[in-house]
């Protein structure tokens, strides 16, 4: 049977992009949200355990290729600064040496470079951080506070296999102490939120985001409000 002539141009009706600006806690996990939205001059910290694709969300979403090895700056303004940029500059002089043995560097030059782009930068800043220590939340907060900022986190909150294949597929993959030891730590963080209230804010935050990996891969967009 031949079609409706106006069949192929019938409009299609598509829901409005679900927009959300994050406030105190808000968890996400099997949630539907199309874009996050922050002020100009958020501090936005992407957590979560090695694996967990906080690399592979700074690339999709503000364009900060796995393999730069410099801060990279968005179409949206925003500077991402990712431990692996470091780690990929840094191993020009020290690649000959195990991995192991020059971490503590690549950790020294992540933080230093979040530290003079939080009291010098006027724009957003996205970051990469396990956020399983105390003490690199507490920098950050501290840091975000001197350059009269606002701090907001994202939970990539996924199973421990799931961050070990993920470790796996990017042929970067955490010994298994260390492992182990960052998801006890982001296991007893997940439980410390899960008793808050939604009107609180947690970790020193204006906003803590938990979201899973579907969630996540469905936003297209981290925007940021002008100034």
């Not at 470091?86 to 191993?91: A, G, H, I, V």
């Not at 421990?160 to 730590?185: D, E, K, L, P, Y």
């Amino acid at each position: 049977m031949t079609p409706p002539l106006d069949s192929a141009s019938a409009p299609t009706h598509r829901s409005a992009p679900r927009i959300i600006t994050p406030a105190a806690l808000v968890d996400l996990r099997a949630g539907e949200v199309d874009e996050l939205r922050y002020p100009s001059t958020t501090v936005l910290v992407f957590a979560g355990v090695p694996g967990a694709g906080k690399s592979t969300a700074l690339h999709r979403l503000f364009g900060a290729g796995p393999d730069a090895e410099q801060s990279v700056r968005s179409e949206s303004g925003a500077l991402v600064l990712d431990s692996n940029h470091t780690r990929n500059r840094l191993r020009h002089r020290l690649g000959w040496a195990p991995y192991s043995l020059w971490r503590p560097l690549v950790h020294l030059a992540h933080y230093r470079a979040i530290r003079d782009a939080l009291l010098a930068d006027n724009g957003p800043v996205a970051i990469h951080d396990c956020a399983t220590f105390r003490w690199s939340r507490r920098l950050i907060v501290r840091w975000a506070a001197q350059g009269r900022r606002e701090l907001h986190m994202v939970l990539i909150d996924v199973p421990a296999m799931q961050a070990r294949h993920g470790q796996i597929s990017r042929g970067r993959r955490v010994n298994s102490v260390a492992f182990t030891a960052h998801c006890r730590r982001w296991a007893e963080m997940m439980r410390e939120l899960d008793t808050l209230e939604p009107e609180t804010a947690p970790l020193s935050a204006t906003s803590v985001v938990i979201i899973d990996r579907p969630t996540l891969a469905a936003v297209s967009r981290i925007g940021f409000d002008a100034a």
